[in-house]
């Protein structure tokens, strides 16, 4: 029997822009109410004008991921303006184009408190409540096609997207019982502010454009978010928007020495990238 999903509460973070912001707004086309969070007050109420010019209910909250209360308090907020959720998408996050050993002790803690342990602490807080509630679930984080594959200069970012699949794919099993699913979404390249928020953070004229990310991968925002949306209906342990990367992955994977290959070009490449 196909899912409902009008009616449902989710809660979206990093729902300013990008993948956060198309995947709000592919929700609320099915008939989901929003609490949206991010830093960017201005760019979360246009988000939230779509929401509501679909007919859908929009809360916004503005807030840091990687403040240590983040979770408590978007939780609550949604409970305050709804009184219920239903759905939490993990997606604030962002990356850096820099050799594991330049980046400052602050740098590599900064970037897991944003990209993983806040995400991490958001879904765990969320399956509490869930299952105190006994209400079921959707919870889903935003990780990446590097999870499977590291590469030269965004190492540490790819680590975080690595620890996101990992505890995604645990949590799947230990929160079945409670019947909460639970995904880890892996976009390739998408057209987002992300590559510029990277090189703004790494102080670079302009990010590289690694493997994964020449044209032909390159997918726009609401490519992911029409993902998302399907794995809400079917749900599945993995979202994956391009079955090429996916199936290089699994090559990778199985073959060592042809990711080798690949990265030990890609960083010769990297090697003339002048930093500013
Ligand atoms: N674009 C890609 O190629 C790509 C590929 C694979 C995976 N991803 C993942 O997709 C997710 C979304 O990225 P995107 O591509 O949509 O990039 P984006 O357009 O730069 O969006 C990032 C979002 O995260 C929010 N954010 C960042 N730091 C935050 C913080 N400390 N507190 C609250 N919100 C924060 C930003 O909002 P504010 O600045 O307003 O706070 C923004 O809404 C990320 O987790 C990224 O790793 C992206």
Sequence with gaps: MRRVMKDKVAIVTGASSGIGAATARAMAREGIDLVLVARRGDLLEEVASDVRALGRRAHV?????????????????????????????????????????????????????????ASLGLLRAAAVDLIRDRRGGHLLMCSSCVSKF????????????????????????????AGIEVASVHPVTTTTEFYQVSAKRSGVRQAAVPPHARPFFTQSPERVAKAIVSCLYSPRSEVWTSATVRFSAALFTLCPWILDAVLRREASRYSSTPSL
């Design 61 to 117: 909250v503005i807030d840091d991921v990687a403040d240590g209360a983040h979770a408590r308090r978007v939780l609550d907020e949604a409970m305050r303006a709804f009184g219920r959720f239903d759905i939490v998408f993990a997606n604030a996050g962002y990356g850096m184009e820099r050799t594991i050993h330049e980046m400052t002790d602050d740098e590599v803690r900064t970037m897991f408190e944003v990209n993983f342990f």
């Design 150 to 177: 590291s590469l030269p200069r965004h190492g540490l970012y790819a680590a975080t997207k690595a620890a996101q699949e990992s505890v995604c794919r645990a949590m799947r099993f230990e929160l079945a019982h």
